[in-house]
């Protein structure tokens, strides 16, 4: 599992000690972590300097915390799949004339090991110590388990 670090580069966030923390958020429509890389690679591309970001209503008010080396954890068909650093914060005004939180995110998409997820609205917070372990390199090439043997092993916490 990724760790925060006391090195974090100062652009990026204010360290507060080793202490950081994560945000999860549903992927939706999105059929697999290889669908959610294609399309943020297409909003990349349509946005300035080439940086994706995902936009949000709702400010975090634990910004330095997840700056500290948080990711976001995208939930893909109920499950936790894969997993972004957050690089920072930016404001976005809409053309409605609101005020709305881009949350930056790095081009590398880390697959993770799949963690189910209960449906829910928004983001929330995920500890780290409730994250689910990256995929070693390599294992997001092999042949996916059976869905319904998935969702049984992680229902039992074997996943």
């Not at 590398?108 to 372990?133: H, K």
Request: proline share 6%; hydrophobic share 35%.
């Amino acid at each position: 599992m990724w760790l925060g670090s006391e090195s974090v580069d100062k652009t990026v966030g204010k360290p507060v000690g080793n202490k950081f923390v994560n945000m999860m958020k549903l992927s939706v429509g999105t059929e697999n972590v290889d669908q959610l890389i294609a399309w943020q690679q297409h909003r990349a591309e349509l946005s300035p300097g080439g940086q994706y970001y995902h936009q949000t209503r709702m400010w975090p008010k634990r910004v330095d915390e997840i700056l500290n080396g948080g990711s976001i954890y995208w939930v893909i068909k109920g499950e936790i799949s894969a997993r972004q650093r957050i690089i920072r914060f930016d404001e976005k005004i809409g053309n409605d004339g609101i005020r709305r939180c881009g949350i930056v995110l790095d081009h590398e998409v880390v697959p993770t090991v799949n963690t189910l997820r209960r449906p829910f609205q928004g983001w929330r917070y995920l500890a780290p110590e409730d994250a689910p372990a990256d995929l070693p390199k390599g294992r997001d090439q092999e042949e996916p388990l059976p869905e319904e043997l998935n969702r049984a092993l992680a229902e039992i916490g074997l996943l």
